[in-house]
């Protein structure tokens, strides 16, 4: 990921003063590890995914999430911080693919063939399927898988 491909990923989680455009990739560990705002996981929260199929991949509960809702401007723990920055980065992906958002969140949410017919946004709740995510993106990228 180029450091535009980050600054994007910043802005969408609200934090583009935590992490500069020209942001190298152990910025970014810093970042996660120092933890991000909460507020970040609030704005990483897409319009039509909802928040029992959210949760999970942020490795929250909804009494975790209520909790971290009413104070927004403290940080999230470093594991918390890493989880909501991969999910906005694979979204951000997605989108870059697929031409918007709205396609974006439809394609995490239905099977594809090319995860087993596995939806994408299930396979986020771990570093495995997450890397298996990003490849299926990133073969659409190139043509190799629709």
């Known amino acids: 990921m180029d450091s535009t491909a ?22 970014v560990h810093e970042a996660l590890q120092a933890g991000l705002p909460r507020r970040a996981l609030l704005k990483a ?6 928040m029992t199929e959210l949760l999970p991949v942020f490795g929250i509960s909804l009494r975790t999430f209520i909790r971290l809702k009413a104070e927004p401007s403290k940080r999230l723990d470093p594991d918390q911080s890493a989880r909501v920055w991969r999910f906005a ?6 989108e870059e693919v697929l031409g918007t958002r709205e396609r974006a969140v439809e394609w995490m949410l239905e099977p ?3 995860l087993e017919k596995r939806r994408p946004i299930e396979l986020l709740t771990t570093p495995v399927g997450a890397q298996l995510v990003e490849d299926v993106i990133e073969r659409m990228r190139y043509g190799v898988y629709q």
């Open 6 to 27: 980050r600054s994007r990923v910043a802005a969408r989680l609200g934090v583009p003063k935590v992490l500069k455009s020209n942001a190298s990739l152990v910025d």
């Open 45 to 50: 929260i897409p319009e039509g995914i909802s």
């Open 89 to 94: 980065e694979l979204l951000t992906k997605a």
């Open 112 to 114: 594809a063939m090319a």
